[in-house]
């Protein structure tokens, strides 16, 4: 079975940095786009950055635009977001997805069990 496992999250001061990783298996990340989405305490789903297959072209959302990076090593078959500026905002669980359709307007067909990130100091 497909699974995407999520690794990195954690308790940070505001300003601080963390890399959020996301392992997967029984597919290639090399065909597939994938994102991150995050859900912050008490809100809905809020996409935040997506990733193509190749991994040579990125989208990310206006509120982390400048401060997170998405990346994937399709050899290691990883997925990663790096966060940095990190504020309280920030603070959610952070699933990993596997994107389906077009690049712009994705869905998602397969979810991680999500990594918390708590910005507080």
């Known amino acids: 079975d497909v699974q995407l496992v999520e690794s990195g999250g954690g308790l940070v001061q505001p300003g601080g940095s963390l890399r959020l990783s996301c392992a997967a298996s029984e597919f290639n990340t090399n065909n597939f786009a994938m994102s991150w989405v995050r859900q912050a305490p008490g809100k809905g789903l809020e996409w935040v950055s997506s990733?193509?297959?190749?991994?040579?072209?990125?989208s990310n959302a206006d509120s982390v635009k400048g401060r997170f990076t998405i990346s994937k090593d399709n050899a290691k078959n990883t997925l990663y977001l790096q966060m940095n500026s990190l504020n309280a905002e920030d603070t959610a669980v952070y699933y990993c997805?596997?994107?389906?359709?077009?690049?712009?307007?994705?869905?998602?067909?397969?979810w991680g069990q999500g990594t918390q990130v708590t910005v507080s100091s």
């Open positions: 997805v596997r994107n389906y359709g077009i690049f712009s307007k994705p869905a998602y067909d397969y």
């Open positions: 990733i193509n297959s190749g991994g040579d072209r990125t």
